[in-house]
């Protein structure tokens, strides 16, 4: 089992692809890492020997921020928002979308499921 920044990578997978799953690497970070070790992307993760797996190890540690690193930075730049009260700290307070989406409709996963009200049966006419 192989195992980077306490991620356990799948081992039936190819090695640009098993990457993917460490928080903050995307597809063509994965390129770029592997290209800077040399291994070929499309290397099982189970085919990798120990000298590799410690190579990839080096490289992440030292090159990139990863898994809860990353998100500590990114809380911490949104506090940093929220603190001096700008607009899109007001907006992440808020739960609103930050970015000029509209919100009249379609600002769902912002603002949370829709909210329905149980209509009450009208009385029949007499």
Do not use: F, W
Request: glycine share 8%.
């Amino acid at each position: 089992m192989t195992r980077i920044e306490g991620v356990d990578l799948p081992k039936n997978k190819r090695l640009e692809i098993s990457l993917t799953y460490i928080y903050g690497i995307g597809i063509s970070r994965s390129k770029e890492i592997l290209n800077k070790t040399q291994i070929k992307p499309n290397t099982l993760v189970k085919d990798l020997n120990d000298s590799q797996i410690i190579l990839l190890r080096n490289i992440i540690n030292t090159d990139y921020e990863l898994e809860g690193n990353l998100k500590r930075i990114e809380n911490t730049n949104i506090k940093r928002l929220m603190e001096i009260g700008c607009y899109r700290g007001r907006r992440h307070r808020l739960g609103l979308p930050l970015r000029g989406q509209r919100t009249r409709t379609n600002a769902r996963t912002r603002r949370g499921g829709k909210k329905t009200i149980a209509g009450k049966k009208k009385a029949p006419r007499k």
